[in-house]
């Protein structure tokens, strides 16, 4: 321990970058002291769902939180419990997003209806609330979104949200498209990330 705490924060930074791989070392990390805590945390969040968690959903409310008074508008009717009166969060779990799966996140609001005991026949619509009241966070939080998954048509969310992450789209390397039956949605977010999206260097079209 002595020799660690002795080396740079740049030589930390990039050990800690080696155990992306191991999240159980990672997780037990987080604990060591704060300094640790703040390195590691943007590692497990710019891509949260690469890790098999039991829990998954918990990912969703820790994002819900995140929420500002406007974005909660849209979900409470769904009476979906957030537990919004909970202390601020820690961190800006948002700004750390990397890699943004929508099936992932769509996935995984489900699995926090189950957790609070809605009905099946709620499930579709009410993820696309979900997802669409999360992506609207993340677009106005995220500084470095490097790759977009939108491969299915199901949980593409409209394009106008992502009109407020001018900055943090323009890191974007990687898109991934479903254009089933030219979906308008699809077509209306190829055209809008094309204007700013230079860095944009691979994009996939998903068959339907």
């Known amino acids: 321990m002595l020799i660690f705490t002795s080396l740079p924060n740049e030589c930390k930074t990039e050990i800690f970058e080696h155990l992306l791989t191991d999240r159980q070392t990672l ?31 918990l990912i969703i409310r820790t994002y819900l939180l995140a929420l500002t008074a406007d974005e909660q508008s849209t979900i409470i009717p769904f009476n979906i419990n957030f537990e919004h009166n909970q202390q601020p969060l820690l961190f800006e779990y948002g700004s750390y997003l990397e890699i943004f799966n929508c099936a992932s996140f769509f996935d995984a ?44 048509v199901i949980v593409v969310p409209d394009s106008r949200i992502f009109e407020s992450s001018k900055y943090g789209l323009s890191q974007l390397v990687e898109l991934c498209l479903c254009l089933e039956n030219n979906s308008p949605k699809s077509l209306e977010i190829l055209n809008y990330l094309s204007t700013i999206c230079h860095n944009l260097s691979k994009t996939f079209f998903i068959p339907p």
């Open 27 to 57: 997780y037990r990390c987080l604990l060591v002291n704060r300094f640790w805590c703040k390195n590691i945390i943007p590692s497990l969040w710019r891509e949260p769902f690469r890790y098999k968690i039991h829990k998954v959903y």
């Open 109 to 152: 609001a489900s699995k926090l209806l189950i957790n609070q005991g809605h009905k099946d026949t709620e499930f579709s619509y009410s993820c696309q609330v979900i997802v669409g009241a999360i992506t609207k966070m993340l677009m106005r939080t995220c500084r470095n979104l490097k790759s977009i998954n939108l491969s299915s």
